[in-house]
């Protein structure tokens, strides 16, 4: 903790005083804006009807809004490594828009609906380590003239200098089910479907990470019911599928005798390490999970609740009510927890003591959006 | 030629259809649905060359008249189809006539086409329970039967039109799109099959003749108990002109009029006014044309409703209340049409006074023996008889709350849609010879009043004070549930939904008898189709 508390303030100098070196500008346009760069964090959401805002996490201000075109989508978002471009699903998950967030300038478009095709995207949103592609996953389906064509789900690769009318540059078939994508330090993309699996965006070849629901587990356990809807995780370079399972200690079937588990599968990022594990007794629903940077054993999830939970002991250690249900969690490097999701508020606390310090009122709900945390060079 | 064509069509159709189109070859209502689909639905779909299955995506289907206009709806509303209302009442009255559902097809699933509330299903196939019936009801397919290649080509639409489906609770732990073309399509070929001889036997079968009088008993919540003469007069092809004439059992005259259609030969869908209220009547003929049995409920508000049958001629159609105690004096009200003559209740119990007296209506005053024989007996009424209509009892033993499932949903409160109500009935046993209540031979007293109030179901309902926020009961047995929205006093501000037990009791003292069902307050549903 001390640690992060230290890296926040150097980065709070750096910004104040070296950031025209770290960006490599003659001037600091970004002060203008009334941004800091040098790794200065910023939330990033997206609310109803379709506006994606930046939230300086300094002064828990909204810094700026930027109109969205198109209808809501699902309200991914997805950053450059710079953290100046923001990524956001759009016009009912077929199309992805991209912001500079400093000006709200759009800078990248493509639409995938295009060939005759209808093409959704359930969450899946990525860009490669050094931001010069943007991958989707997209779910393609064909309407003649009578009848509907579903077609095969692909991997879409995008040029991010592509401009206003990006088109792929490559495809790969992939999984149907496919939601939470990331990517990982060796460039492969994490796909997050009924198993895990990584994609080469090269190649396009495949290769199996964690089986999930073709797990082999012996007969007592019930294959895991996996799903993630949101985007998280880079305030560790992780990625977590959350998953819900039953034990049964009787016959199958018992329910007296079950055990009901949250779980998890678990990636480090930079390595592609995977865990797969069961973390907490199911008590109450939990839509997402982060880990804490000081210690990997310590979870935070949110919903009705925002609970923190010690998985090396398999204990919720602490909960507190929240003023009502929320989605999305995400966290700054100094460990300040962002509950968002479902309504217009964004709810901030404090990791130790779980208390509630603050709260971002946005103009809109912010529904099935994600909550990013972007550090902005 | 095009003329040419549909006439062949309409010839090829039920007779009944044919009839109608001789009969009466003006009106709009028999304007030619053949040949309006051929102009409107051709733009898109096409000739297949095949008489048997001669349009594309159309020929190889049947379904109700509902089903048909959910489809065509779907047609208008995100394929581009341009159809007047006239038009499309053509194509529904001709696909629901040529390609439609016979009657014992139907039988499973009336509750659905009546627009039943709180309808548990029972017994679904574990193979479609989790696949299909999660989102809607399993009677939403099984009002349809469909060619293995339909039954695929819908499950596309499915994904195409709602895209996470795959991606739902009980979809994502599973192949679910996989398993929907491989194993369910094949499995709906099977068990609703577009060829089932069923079709084509009632095609071929002699059609209920509907003109006449009926005589007609029901019931509706807010009322009670009903009986008039239902007269029926054809005006054109399917197309009829109907009055309802009768007495509620508390004697309030009963007076309706309206028109109906009929489809394929034995769906009876009315639109009436009674006494002031629009209502719809969903009824099926019998195949002998001896009843109609259906649901009457009001426009808009689906759930105040109640069962309506109709029978040929004069009958009693029922007695209300259906038991008396032993020792006990009472009213006793018998419903139907044509009752002429004297009446009897039975052994053990008389008539002391003959209080008032209809044609469909009379109340008398009864008396049962102290030591009158526990157990049912007819009831007469001159040359008319009802079987089993008049129980006599010892004692209430047990009380069962109907429906035992139900559902309200919260509403009104500036948004758009209103509350859905939930109306309960309490019905009375008697121990039966065993003397134990909640045996196999308990005596079935009928409906009976009762006292109506409602509890938490379970603990956290009760920590969540749900009987304050969820809606309340009044005396006839109909929930209100509350205000939609969110609700600041209530924990995570949330809306006012609620899980509640609803109870009638009866009786006093040490004979209280009370019963329960479970009533689930929940939230509204914004989409409203004519299957649900």
Not at chain 2, 5 to 30: C, D, E, M, N
Not at chain 2, 409 to 416: D, F, P, Q, S, W
């Amino acid at each position: 903790m001390t640690f992060s508390r230290l890296f926040k303030a150097v980065a709070l100098m750096g910004a104040a005083s070296g950031a025209a070196l770290l960006t490599g500008c003659a001037a600091n346009p970004m002060a203008e804006q009334g941004m800091k760069a040098g790794g200065h964090e910023y939330v990033l959401t997206v609310t109803r009807p379709n506006q994606l805002h930046i939230i300086d996490t300094e002064t828990k201000d909204v810094v700026r809004s930027c109109d969205v075109p198109g209808t809501f989508g699902s309200g991914s978002i997805a950053s450059s490594p710079d953290g100046r471009i923001a990524y956001v699903l759009t016009a009912g998950t077929e199309k992805v828009v991209g912001f500079d967030i400093r000006n709200c300038d759009i800078v990248f478009a493509a639409n995938q609906s295009i060939n005759g095709e209808r093409v959704k995207t359930f969450v899946s949103l990525a860009v490669s380590n050094d931001g010069k592609e943007l991958y989707t996953v997209q779910n393609p389906t064909r309407k003649l003239n009578d009848r509907y064509d579903v077609l095969q789900p692909r991997l879409a690769v995008y040029d991010t200098a592509a401009g206003l009318n990006a088109k792929p540059l490559r495809t790969y078939p992939v999984d149907r089910r496919i939601t939470k994508i990331a990517v990982m330090g060796d460039g492969r993309i994490v796909l997050g479907g009924a198993d895990l699996t990584a994609i080469n965006p090269n190649t396009g070849e495949v290769k199996m990470l964690s089986k999930i629901q073709n797990w082999n587990r012996a007969g007592s356990w019930v294959p895991p019911d996996a799903f993630a809807m949101f985007n998280q995780g880079e305030h560790v370079g992780e990625y977590i599928m959350p998953y819900f399972t039953i034990k049964w200690n009787g016959a199958p079937g018992d329910m007296e005798k079950a055990e009901f588990w949250w779980g998890m599968n678990r990636i480090d990022l930079a390595s592609g390490e995977v865990e797969e594990t069961e973390t907490v007794p199911f008590e109450f629903i939990v839509f997402n999970w982060i880990t804490d940077p000081l210690n990997k054993d310590i979870l935070y999830g949110a919903f009705n609740q925002l609970s923190k939970h010690d998985i090396s002991k398999k204990e919720t250690v602490a909960a507190v009510d929240l003023d009502h249900t929320f989605y999305s969690i995400n966290m700054d490097s100094n460990r300040t927890i962002y509950i968002g999701g479902a309504s217009s508020d964004i709810s901030v606390h404090n990791p130790d003591t779980l208390e509630k310090i603050a709260s971002i009122q946005l103009t809109g709900d912010m529904s099935s959006a994600d909550l990013r945390v972007v550090k902005l060079h | 030629m095009n003329n040419n064509k549909s006439k062949r069509a309409l010839l090829g159709g039920s007779a009944l259809a044919l009839l109608g189109a001789i009969a009466a070859p003006t009106t709009v209502s028999a304007m030619d649905g053949a040949s309006v689909l051929q102009e409107k639905c051709l733009i898109c779909h096409t000739r297949t060359g095949d008489p048997e299955a001669p349009y594309s995506r159309i020929s190889q289907q049947r379904k109700t008249p509902e089903g048909w206009h959910m489809t065509i709806n779907r047609m208008q509303r995100l394929n581009g189809l341009v159809i007047s209302p006239q038009e499309k009442q053509a194509v529904i009255q001709y696909l629901a006539d040529t390609q439609g559902l016979a009657p014992s097809e139907t039988a499973p699933y009336r509750y659905v086409l009546e627009q039943q509330p709180n309808v548990v299903e029972q017994d679904i196939d574990p193979a479609y329970v989790e696949m299909c019936a999660r989102c809607h009801s399993s009677a939403r397919f099984g009002l349809q039967r469909r060619t293995e290649a339909e039954w695929k080509l819908h499950v596309n639409t499915h994904m195409a039109i709602n895209p996470t489906t795959e991606l739902h609770a009980l979809a994502r732990d599973r192949s679910w799109y996989d398993i929907a073309l491989n194993d369910t399509a094949p499995k709906l070929a099977k068990d609703f099959n577009f060829h089932d001889a069923a079709w084509k036997k009632w095609q071929a079968a002699p059609k209920p003749e509907l003109a006449g009088r009926w005589s007609v008993a029901g019931f509706l919540p807010e009322q009670g108990d009903y009986s008039a003469t239902l007269t029926i007069t054809p005006t054109s092809n399917n197309r009829f002109e109907l009055t309802l004439d009768g007495h509620f059992v508390d004697g309030t005259a009963l007076k309706g009029s309206g028109k109906a259609k009929l489809y394929a030969g034995y769906e009876w869908r009315a639109q009436l006014n009674v006494n002031g209220t629009k209502m719809r009547q969903v009824m099926a003929a019998s195949e002998d044309g001896q009843q109609l049995t259906g649901r009457m409920y009001q426009v808009g508000r689906d759930e105040m409703g109640g069962e309506i049958n109709a029978h040929v001629g004069t009958a009693i159609a029922g007695v209300s209340p259906a038991a008396i105690k032993q020792g006990a004096v009472q009213e006793i009200t018998i419903m139907g049409s044509e009752l002429k003559g004297n009446v009897s209740l039975g052994r053990g119990v008389s008539v002391e006074k003959v209080l008032t007296r209809d044609n469909d209506r009379i109340v008398v005053l009864a008396r049962a023996q102290k030591n009158a024989t526990v157990g049912a007996r007819d009831v007469r009424v001159g040359q008319s008889r009802d079987q089993q209509a008049l129980a006599v009892y010892d004692q209430v033993a047990r009380v069962a709350v109907v429906p035992a499932e139900s559902i309200a949903r919260v509403g009104g409160n500036g948004g758009l849609v209103p509350k859905v109500q939930s109306t309960y009935r309490a019905q009375a046993f008697s121990a039966g010879p065993d003397g134990k209540a909640g045996t196999a031979d308990d005596l079935n007293l009928g409906y009976m009043p009762a006292n109506w109030s409602v509890a938490p179901f379970n603990e956290t309902a009760e920590h969540d004070k749900d009987t304050k926020y969820a809606g309340s009961i009044d005396q006839q047995g109909i929930f209100t549930p509350g205000d939609a929205g969110l609700n600041p006093e209530r924990k995570f501000s949330t809306n006012n939904l609620g899980n509640l037990k609803v109870v009638a009791s009866m009786g006093e003292g040490d004979e209280q008898v009370s019963g329960d069902a479970h009533l689930l307050v929940t939230v509204p549903v914004y989409i409203k189709r004519a299957v649900q």
